[in-house]
């Protein structure tokens, strides 16, 4: 099994006499797998739904005529989170640095994004690159930072891995077409077919208790995205940020965002395989 960062294993420990509780009856013994995976899940997520709170709060609380800008605000808060997430051994330094990597990836794509009107930053700031605000970039490093924890916090091991060469190559066409398709075909759909080809024969294995248990590679990442989506509704919601259409008022982010959603995470999962090179599970 994968060695849990200490604060995880104080947390495991606190678990454990309802565990034994839950041991009683197979009821209890499936309800408390599922409470685990839940907080497994929320425990990953920890960056994000940090950030999330943060976008939501602020848009609900913060003064109209305060002396530091929402989006600078922002920018502070998200360095402090990462900066407690190492100090309290949440993350490890490889796998921080593997999020700024996303994290730069995320940002040259919002300068270029913007510059061509995909969405905008309506709120004033200094901390900005351009027409980005620096905070934005900790969005995607919220997704990278997912990804990392969810591998250790579970102990995935997988089945069918593809080559990492093949990967390296897809997620550097997902990059690239996400610039080109605004002067060149978009090659999405053929995108999604070799993520399928490649991924398609994969499973991943994954402990949320005790009980090891699998899913096939493409519905969780499937799954992984329409959370994502979820979570750029909210952040759209709070006005963080404001694609066409949406400058009179609020409407849901289409799901043809999923898809994007989708690529990027793909990407997002080969940075992260730099650190967690993917395990074979023992048959």
């Not at 530091?68 to 190492?86: N, T």
């Not at 061509?116 to 995607?140: A, N």
């Not at 499973?203 to 990442?221: C, I, V």
């Amino acid at each position: 099994m994968t060695q849990r960062l200490p604060l995880e294993a104080w947390g495991r420990d606190l678990l454990a006499r309802l565990q034994a509780w839950s041991d009683r009856a197979a009821w209890s013994r499936y309800g408390f797998e599922f409470l685990m995976f839940g907080l497994k899940q929320g425990w990953a997520c920890l960056f994000g739904g940090l950030m999330l709170v943060l976008l939501m709060g602020t848009h609900l609380l913060w003064p109209d005529k305060a002396p530091v800008a929402r989006y600078d605000f922002l920018v502070v808060a998200a360095l402090a989170i990462q900066a407690a997430m190492l100090l309290l051994k949440l993350e490890s330094w490889e796998e921080a640095r593997v999020i700024f990597v996303f994290h730069v990836v995320g940002t040259v794509m919002e300068l270029f994004k913007t510059a061509h009107g995909s969405w905008i930053y309506p709120e004033p700031s200094l901390l900005r690159i351009g027409d980005v605000p620096l905070f934005s970039g900790f969005m995607y490093a919220a997704v990278g930072s997912y990804i990392a924890r969810i591998q250790r916090i579970f102990d995935i091991r997988f089945r069918h891995y593809p080559p990492l060469w093949t990967t390296w190559l897809l997620a550097a066409a997902i990059y690239v077409n996400f610039f080109s398709h605004h002067w060149l075909p978009d090659v999405r759909l053929a995108l999604f077919v070799a993520t399928a080809v490649l991924f398609g024969r994969g499973w991943f294995y994954f402990t949320p208790d005790r009980t090891r248990r699998s899913m096939p590679f493409l519905l969780g990442f499937l799954l992984v995205a329409v959370f994502i989506w979820f979570a750029e509704n909210l952040g759209t919601l709070a006005r963080a940020w404001v694609y066409p259409g949406q400058e009179d008022g609020w409407h849901p982010v289409g799901l043809a965002k999923l898809g994007s959603w989708f690529l990027l995470m793909m990407i997002s999962v080969v940075l992260v395989s730099l650190v967690h090179r993917p395990q074979e599970e023992a048959r």
